[in-house]
């Protein structure tokens, strides 16, 4: 039994992209930092990109904001293999750290799924999940910025 969780968490790792990837970034993680700024300014460009992708807000109030979206069809089925609970949601946390003028933005990005228990499972989706963040974050910053 063992064995087995030990191939299915590998699979899962592998298919859900989570290979071990640091960007290009101060953090590692997907930032960017958006020039000449408020933080209200770049949290409503924030909440309006993610919203029109089909993201559900969770959280949006001060400089903690976290969006949710269910999961990908192989999302699901890996996290039915790894938790006997095939649901999945996709959370994306997006912190806002004001410096003077600009506004430094720094995400993550998740699959998170509930074991047989109930207990909360993440698994954090570096390897596809941060460069498509740092993407949205560079759209981001561009309509922060004054840009399209």
Do not use: H
Request: proline letters at 4%; a positive charge.
């Amino acid at each position: 039994m063992p064995t087995r969780m030990f191939l299915l968490w590998i699979a899962f790792l592998s298919a859900t992209g989570c290979a071990t990837s640091r960007l290009n970034t101060a953090s590692g993680r997907p930032e960017v930092t958006v020039r000449g700024a408020t933080a209200a300014g770049v949290r409503a460009a924030t909440l309006n990109y993610f919203v029109d992708r089909g993201f559900a807000p969770v959280k949006t109030e001060g400089t903690q904001l976290v969006f949710q979206q269910e999961g990908s069809v192989g999302q699901k089925f890996l996290m039915g293999l790894l938790t006997n609970e095939p649901q999945s949601v996709t959370r994306v946390m997006i912190t806002l750290i004001e410096i003077g003028p600009d506004v430094r933005v720094v995400g993550g990005i998740a699959a998170v799924g509930q074991s047989t228990f109930g207990r909360q499972q993440e698994v954090e989706l570096t390897g596809k999940g941060y460069p498509a963040l740092q993407q949205a974050l560079e759209r981001i910053k561009a309509r922060a910025e004054g840009g399209s």
